[in-house]
């Protein structure tokens, strides 16, 4: 998982990548996902995607999933 941590979408506020939040303690906003965009890079490629299968899971390296068992799909192509 390339995710580095979340923050406010409100103010900003920084918490740890890794646990279960809801909301901003603070300000009760929703929390954006931040990610190491470099590293996802590495794997995630114009030709690596056009070799997995259409679907959500193809963009793997920028979803907040941190092991690969606990990918589960609908049956949609």
Same mark, same amino acid.
């Given at each position: ?15 740890e990548?890794?646990? &279960?939040y809801?909301?901003?303690? #603070?300000?009760?906003?929703?929390? =954006?996902?931040? !990610? ?7 794997? &995630?490629?114009?030709?690596?995607? #056009?070799?997995?299968?259409?679907? =959500?899971?193809? !963009?793997?390296?920028v ?15």
């Amino acid at each position: 998982m390339n995710v580095t941590h979340l923050s406010c979408s409100q103010c900003g506020e920084r918490y740890e990548s890794g646990k &279960l939040y809801n909301l901003c303690r #603070t300000c009760d906003k929703p929390l =954006l996902v931040h !990610y190491d965009l470099a590293r996802a890079a590495a794997t &995630l490629t114009r030709v690596s995607l #056009t070799m997995r299968s259409a679907n =959500l899971w193809r !963009y793997r390296e920028v979803l907040p999933v941190e092991r690969e068992e606990n990918i589960i799909t609908l049956g949609i192509p």
